[in-house]
T-cell receptor, first 113, second 113 residues
Framework: ELKVEQNPLFLSMQEGKNYTIYCNYS?????LYWYRQDPGKSLESLFV?????AVKQEGRLMASLDTKARLSTLHITAAVHDLSATYFC?????????????FGKGTLLTVNP | NAGVTQTPKFRVLKTGQSMTLLCAQD?????MYWYRQDPGMGLRLIHY???????AKGEVPDGYNVSRLKKQNFLLGLESAAPSQTSVYFC????????????FGSGTRLTVV
């Protein structure tokens, strides 16, 4: 059974600081996704990481994937208040046609002035 | 606008009542999913479908039934609602395999009293 663990679950940051969110998963996978959710809203796709060593960047967010370590990171550079949200990683199973994503519990990020 | 539409957006049920949540997508996606989101639990897969006429159980299927009679629609039914089914329900859809992740609906907030 695929398990996905995120840490930390809660993160309070000051504006301008850097931090990293970690996503570990328990079995081999070929795809990892990062999503953002604002309070009361749906999930918005941020990054899709499709291979070992993949790195994607968008603004102040950078995601990377190490499939050997079964680890993905979401790095936040010089945080701003607008980045306050819950961030989820999700891992795809390698189950052939029965493809589905398993989500971590999410990291609630609060960026304070 | 193209995407995933969920109806209703809010609903209050009494214990023992039944209801159906509707998910409709216009992107010709093969795969559709129902997740529930509870505080501190992330998203948990209820049921999913890999194509018209097919359904499969996810992580937390008990108390729910689903049907996919048409490719664009995925229905989630609660036959006899219980307070433990109070949650936010998200529908999602994707291509095979999902190189772009899921597209999520806006969610249904269900309260069972």
């Amino acid at each position: 059974e695929l398990k996905v663990e995120q840490n930390p679950l809660f993160l309070s940051m000051q504006e301008g600081k850097n931090y990293t969110i970690y996503c570990n998963y328990s079995t081999t996978s070929d795809r990892l996704y990062w999503y953002r959710q604002d309070p009361g809203k749906s999930l918005e796709s941020l990054f899709v990481l499709l291979s070992n060593g993949a790195v994607k960047q968008e603004g102040r967010l950078m995601a990377s994937l190490d499939t050997k370590a079964r680890l993905s990171t979401l790095h936040i550079t010089a945080a701003v208040h607008d980045l306050s949200a819950t961030y989820f990683c999700a891992v795809g199973n390698s189950g052939g046609s029965n493809y589905k994503l398993t989500f971590g519990k999410g990291t609630l990020l609060t960026v304070n002035p | 606008n193209a995407g995933v539409t969920q109806t209703p957006k809010f609903r209050v049920l009494k214990t023992g009542q039944s209801m159906t949540l509707l998910c409709a997508q216009d992107m010709n996606h093969e795969y559709m999913y129902w997740y529930r989101q509870d505080p501190g639990m992330g998203l948990r897969l209820i049921h999913y479908s890999v194509g018209e006429g097919t359904t499969a159980k996810g992580e937390v299927p008990d108390g729910y039934n689903v049907s996919r009679l048409k490719k664009q629609n995925f229905l989630l039914g609660l036959e006899s609602a219980a307070p433990s089914q109070t949650s936010v329900y998200f529908c999602a859809s994707s291509y095979i395999p999902p190189s772009y992740g899921y597209t999520f609906g806006s969610g249904t907030r269900l309260t069972v009293v």
